[in-house]
């Protein structure tokens, strides 16, 4: 089945430590999105990529970083997590280019521990 | 920017009965678009039902439909007989009509809970 999958499902990493999460889609879909869901409240939109073109959230910190090096990888990075980082990271996908009539495709979610 | 509230942070029922789930959102946007997405307990978020603003009419999939009020700027979502897979967190969420992209806000969900 045509999916969105994330790995790894769960993440540990220690206060500023580097981490990188991982989203692949077999969808071939052309916009990658990726999310941040705190516990207790909605998921928020970090960037997302229109195939090669990256849209940055003006409230993202800086911290977040992401690349997309082909159509179905797309990567999050966090440069120092912070406590404040933990949360579960939700990767999407849809096709694009309907002015906002797309329907998105999300993965599990990794969710992610800062000791 | 826009903004979506979901009152009811959780709500019950029982199999086989209805249930509505309330949300309000907030845009200056005439040309928009409304979800519903449900969250299963450690599962993905998968689409429920989606709604164009320009349509007046109800969008319905099967067993779940929604009222949309859009001078009240009201999209709430009714569940008919309640099965116990529907289980989950609930969002409510909104993207404007434009752009290439459907970059979506969401309200904070309604935890729902079907019983036997």
């Known amino acids: 089945d045509a999916m969105v999958i994330q790995n790894p499902r769960y993440q540990v990493t220690q206060f500023g430590k580097p981490v990188t999460l991982s989203c692949s889609q077999t969808?071939?879909?052309?916009?990658m999105y990726w999310y941040q869901q705190k516990s207790s409240q909605a998921p928020k939109l970090l960037f997302h990529?229109?195939?090669?073109?990256?849209?940055n959230e003006a409230d993202t910190p800086d911290n977040f970083q992401s690349r997309r090096p082909n159509t179905s990888f797309c990567f999050l990075d966090i440069r120092s997590p912070g406590l404040g980082d933990a949360a579960m990271y939700l990767c999407?996908?849809?096709?694009?280019?309907?002015?906002?009539?797309?329907?998105?495709?999300f993965g599990p979610g990794t969710r992610l521990t800062v000791l | 920017a826009q903004t979506v509230t979901q009152s009811q942070p959780e709500m019950s029922v029982q199999e086989a009965e209805t249930v509505t789930l309330s949300c309000t959102y907030d845009?200056?946007?005439?040309?928009?678009?409304l979800f519903w997405y449900k969250q299963p307990p450690s599962r993905q978020m998968i689409l429920v039902i989606r709604?164009?603003?320009?349509?007046?009419q109800n969008a319905t999939e099967n067993r779940f439909s929604v009222n949309f009020q859009k001078a009240a700027k009201s999209f709430s979502l009714k569940i008919s007989d309640s099965q116990l897979g529907d289980t989950a967190m609930y969002f409510c969420?909104?993207?404007?009509?434009?752009?290439?992209?459907?970059?979506?806000?969401f309200g904070t969900g309604t935890r729902l809970q079907v019983t036997l």
């Open positions: 999407a996908t849809s096709r694009g280019g309907w002015e906002g009539a797309d329907t998105q495709y």
């Open positions: 969808l071939n879909h052309n916009v």
């Open positions: 990529y229109y195939d090669k073109d990256f849209n």
């Open positions: 845009t200056s946007e005439n040309n928009y678009y």
């Open positions: 709604q164009e603003a320009y349509k007046q």
């Open positions: 969420a909104f993207t404007p009509g434009t752009g290439t992209a459907s970059k979506l806000t």
